[in-house]
T-cell receptor, first 114, second 111 residues
Framework: DAGVIQSPRHEVTEMGQEVTLRCKPI?????LFWYRQTMMRGLELLIY????????DSGMPEDRFSAKMPNASFSTLKIQPSEPRDSAVYFC????????????FGAGTRLSVL | KQEVTQIPAALSVPEGENLVLNCSFTDSAIYNLQWFRQDPGKGLTSLLLIQSSQREQTSGRLNASLDKSSGRSTLYIAASQPGDSATYLCAGLSNDYKLSFGAGTTVTVRA
C-alpha cells in the first residue's frame, strides 16, 4: 500500500482565501484523523472519523474549520476564511478498527497564510 | 485531559553513546503508549507501542518501558548512529481512542 496520501504538500495562500487540504487513508482503515502541528502547541488532534462519520470534532479551533469524509477513501479539511495564525503543518492519519491501534501518518501539508 | 511531557527538549550525543528519552503523562488510565519518530519535513513513523498491560517493548536497538503507576515511559536507543538523528515523540492513547502527544525530543547524533 502507498500509505496515507496527503495533498498538496505545500500550500501558500493569502489571508481570507479558502484552503482545502486532502487526504487519502490506507485502504481498509476504519478511522481517519486530522492533526495540526505548530511550534507553540505541538501536535493537536482536530477531528476524527470512524467509518466516514465524524466522531469527535472538539479539537477544531473555530467555525472557520470544517472537515468531511464523503467516502472511505477520501477526506478534506477546509479553512474558510484562512488567517495567518492557521499557518502550520496539517497531518492526516488512519488506522484499522482492530489490533493495536497504531496510527499511520501522511507526510503532511505545510500551510502558510500570508 | 491527558498532558504529556518530554524531557529533555533536545539532546546531542557522540555516535555510539546510548540514548535515554523520557516521557511523563498525567492520566494513568491510558490504553497504550506509543513512541514515534519524525524526520524534518516528514510525517510520523511509529516505532514502538506498549499496551497498558505491558511493561516494555523491544525492537532492535530500541527498548521502551512503561510504568503506569508513576506515569512514565522511557525510550532507550542503544549504540546511537547518525541516522538516529530525528525528533522522537511519545503519545498516550486514552480510552476514548484519542492520542495526546508530547512536544518531542530532538536528537542529534554526532559522527
Amino acid at each position: 500500500d502507498a500509505g496515507v496520501i496527503q495533498s498538496p504538500r505545500h500550500e501558500v495562500t493569502e489571508m481570507g482565501q479558502e484552503v482545502t487540504l486532502r487526504c487519502k487513508p490506507i485502504s481498509g482503515h476504519d478511522y481517519l484523523f486530522w492533526y495540526r502541528q505548530t511550534m507553540m502547541r505541538g501536535l493537536e488532534l482536530l477531528i476524527y472519523f470512524n467509518n466516514n462519520v465524524p466522531i469527535d470534532d472538539s479539537g477544531m479551533p473555530e467555525d472557520r474549520f470544517s472537515a468531511k469524509m464523503p467516502n472511505a477513501s477520501f477526506s478534506t479539511l477546509k479553512i474558510q476564511p484562512s488567517e495567518p495564525r492557521d499557518s502550520a503543518v496539517y497531518f492526516c492519519a488512519s488506522r484499522t478498527g482492530t489490533g493495536k491501534n497504531i496510527q499511520y501518518f501522511g507526510a503532511g501539508t505545510r500551510l502558510s497564510v500570508l | 485531559k491527558q498532558e504529556v511531557t518530554q524531557i529533555p527538549a533536545a539532546l546531542s550525543v557522540p555516535e555510539g553513546e546510548n540514548l535515554v528519552l523520557n516521557c511523563s503523562f498525567t492520566d494513568s488510565a491510558i490504553y497504550n503508549l506509543q513512541w514515534f519518530r519524525q524526520d524534518p519535513g516528514k510525517g510520523l513513523t511509529s516505532l514502538l507501542l506498549i499496551q497498558s498491560s505491558q511493561r516494555e517493548q523491544t525492537s532492535g536497538r530500541l527498548n521502551a518501558s512503561l510504568d503506569k503507576s508513576s506515569g512514565r515511559s522511557t525510550l532507550y536507543i542503544a549504540a546511537s548512529q547518525p541516522g538516529d538523528s530525528a525528533t522522537y515523540l511519545c503519545a498516550g492513547l486514552s480510552n476514548d481512542y484519542k492520542l495526546s502527544f508530547g512536544a518531542g525530543t530532538t536528537v542529534t547524533v554526532r559522527a
